[in-house]
């Protein structure tokens, strides 16, 4: 992953860059990188925007033909996906870094980063896989309104860190990943996304329709649905169907 990388200054989302490209040219090698400076309509998950500053955060999206995943277990590879940013992240910034179900990347209770994973489906099957990464990294402040639901690794260490080389660092830990994906070894991979889920095992507050209700998360499923044991039992939450408050 990463071998082949096209660096863009700028371009509309890197995610429909890397589409474009799947959909016009020869087959592109597994684990091509797409990575851009500036990306003036970035594509967050549910049809939301991305925004992060030109020049100062990743941005990109890798393609993966993960041709051995039925389409019912894809969340495995977002659950791959994400333990081996946290990973990466662990290396420069420490401890403290968590995924927050189901895939973004939290550092207390501020969001840095997300993935989006778009599939391009041909019979029932996954053709390619484009998965699309947003971290905020060397950003150091945000706009009004954000400023205590977004954060960066500058505001974890004070420093800048080269882009490039966390670039490196996160496609060697997912093809790490990928790999433990591919030959079998989901139940670590599983395991390892446990550990590093935010309120994983403990009592927290959250929102459904509305109603404000406490939980604690148990566990995620194949297909990333959260359970939540609760004052009424243990409940099932598929995305969206649920909301985490802070206190
Ligand atoms: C989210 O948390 O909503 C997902 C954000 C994903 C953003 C990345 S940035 C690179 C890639 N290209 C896009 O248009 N989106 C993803």
Redesign the pocket.
């Given at each position: 992953v990463g071998q082949n990388l096209i660096k863009l200054s700028a371009v509309?989302?890197?995610?429909?860059f890397l589409k474009r490209m799947v959909s016009n040219s020869e087959p592109l090698p597994e684990g091509t990188v797409i990575m851009?400076e500036n990306?003036y309509?970035?594509?967050?998950?549910?049809e939301?925007n991305?925004h992060?500053e030109p020049g100062k955060n990743l941005?990109?999206?890798l393609l993966l033909y993960p041709a051995f995943l039925p389409l019912t277990l894809q969340f495995r590879l977002n659950m791959a996906v994400s333990v081996a940013i946290q990973h990466a992240l662990k290396a420069i910034a420490g401890e403290g870094l968590t995924i927050k179900w189901p895939?973004?990347i939290y550092f207390g209770s501020r969001?840095l980063?997300?993935?989006?994973i778009e599939n391009i489906v041909s019979a029932g099957r996954i053709k390619a896989c484009i998965i699309?990464?947003?971290i905020n990294v060397n950003q150091q402040a945000f706009e009004p309104g954000l400023e205590n639901r977004a954060g960066s690794i500058y505001q974890i260490l004070h420093q800048d860190v080269n882009l490039i080389s966390l670039l490196i660092q996160i496609c060697s830990q997912i093809e790490a990943s990928y790999l433990k994906l591919k030959a079998g070894n989901y139940n670590t991979l599983r395991e390892e996304y446990l550990n590093f889920l935010y309120r994983f095992n403990v009592k927290a507050a959250y929102r459904q329709n509305g109603e404000r209700i406490e939980g604690k998360i148990i566990d995620v499923s194949d297909a990333g649905i959260l359970s939540m044991e609760t004052e009424t039992g243990v409940m099932s939450y598929n995305f969206k169907e649920i909301e985490f408050v802070n206190d």
């Open positions: 509309d989302s890197t995610n429909n851009a990306q309509a970035g594509r967050g998950q549910v939301s991305w992060a941005t990109f999206s895939n973004d969001k980063g997300g993935i989006l699309g990464i947003g």
